[in-house]
């Protein structure tokens, strides 16, 4: 009776950690479509990879296809992207990298939010992020700031306080600048 329980319980253990196995192994060939520095040093070297990458973390890539228009760049590369954090873009080609960049610089000049947020960027012209640079990699950085974010400046700084000073006549307490 003990030994057939002790077989079970075993048999029991030796399955929970197979099928465990078998999730995590899946879940890390899977993996949201992160790349590694390899990888992405490996596939920039193609010139007719229209494929771009976001640098998220020390080495992970994200991976986006050829975007086809802004409206597209807004909806697949600014929305899922970490906030508060410079991001570095690669790509092969040109067309991929104005539409991004372009997208970026005017949602920057504008001021509008996006996504509950403010974007800002400028082309990168080091090898911050990419070991073997060449001249047919174009990258740029960017920053995704959340509303509400210390970071976050709406351009407007009003004081209130006790109104004594020049800019007052009289005491009182009032809105200043």
Request: aromatic share 10%; hydrophobic share 40%; with cysteine.
């Amino acid at each position: 009776m003990k030994r057939s329980l002790l077989l079970t319980i075993a048999a029991i253990f030796c399955l929970t950690v197979f099928a465990a196995g078998a999730f995590a192994a899946e879940k890390t060939t899977v993996s949201d479509g992160l790349l590694t520095h390899q990888q992405v040093d490996e596939r920039l070297q193609d010139t007719e990879n229209a494929a771009a990458y976001v640098k998220i973390d020390e080495d992970a890539y994200k991976v986006y296809p050829a975007f086809k228009d802004k409206k597209a760049v807004r909806k697949e590369l600014l929305k899922n992207l970490p906030t508060n954090k410079v991001l570095y873009f690669f790509t092969t080609s040109a067309a991929t990298f104005d539409l991004a960049f372009n997208v970026i610089k005017d949602l920057e000049k504008s001021g509008r939010l996006y996504d509950n947020s403010r974007y800002m960027g400028g082309r990168d012209d080091t090898d911050a992020g990419a070991e073997n640079t060449s001249d047919s990699i174009h990258k740029f950085w960017f920053m995704k700031i959340p509303r509400g974010s210390a970071v976050y400046d709406d351009g407007v700084n009003v004081g209130i306080g006790i109104g004594i000073g020049r800019r007052h006549r009289g005491g009182g307490i009032g809105i200043g600048w």
